[in-house]
C-alpha cells in the first residue's frame, strides 16, 4: 500500500508560477518500481496525463505543457515534484498524482491549481 499526498496547489496569476510535491509513504513496496505520473482534471472534463516520470529518469508530458512544465523525482526521499511555468487559464484544475507498477495503482487526493488574474 503506498500513501501518496499532494501539496503546493493554489491561486496562480496567468504566467506566474507553481510547484506541487507529492510524498509517497508505503508500506513495505519499494518506491523506484513505480512510474509516477501527474494527472489533472478540469471542471466538467475528463481526467487527463500530464507528465511522467521513470525511476531511470525517462519523462513524457502532454502536448499542452510541453516547454512549460518540468516533472521531477527524488527517490531517495520518494516524492515527486511538478514545476509549473508559464501557467494558463486552461491549466486549472485538481491535479492528482499517481503510482504505477503492473496491476498496482495509487492515488492522491487531488491539489487544486487555479490560474486566475
Known amino acids: 500500500q503506498v500513501l501518496l499526498v499532494e501539496s503546493g496547489g493554489g491561486l496562480v496569476q496567468p504566467g506566474g508560477s507553481l510547484r506541487l510535491s507529492c510524498a509517497a509513504s508505503d508500506s513495505g513496496s519499494i518506491f523506484t518500481i513505480y512510474v509516477m505520473r501527474w494527472y489533472r482534471q478540469a471542471p466538467g472534463k475528463q481526467r487527463e496525463l500530464v507528465a511522467a516520470?521513470?525511476?531511470?529518469?525517462?519523462?513524457n508530458y502532454t502536448n499542452s505543457v510541453k516547454g512549460r512544465f518540468t516533472i521531477s523525482r527524488d527517490n531517495a526521499k520518494k516524492m515527486v515534484y511538478l514545476q509549473m511555468n508559464s501557467v494558463k487559464p486552461e491549466d486549472t484544475a485538481v491535479y492528482y498524482c499517481n503510482a504505477a507498477a503492473g496491476s498496482l495503482e495509487h492515488w492522491g487526493q487531488g491539489t487544486l491549481v487555479t490560474v486566475s488574474s
Open positions: 516520470i521513470t525511476s531511470g529518469g525517462r519523462i
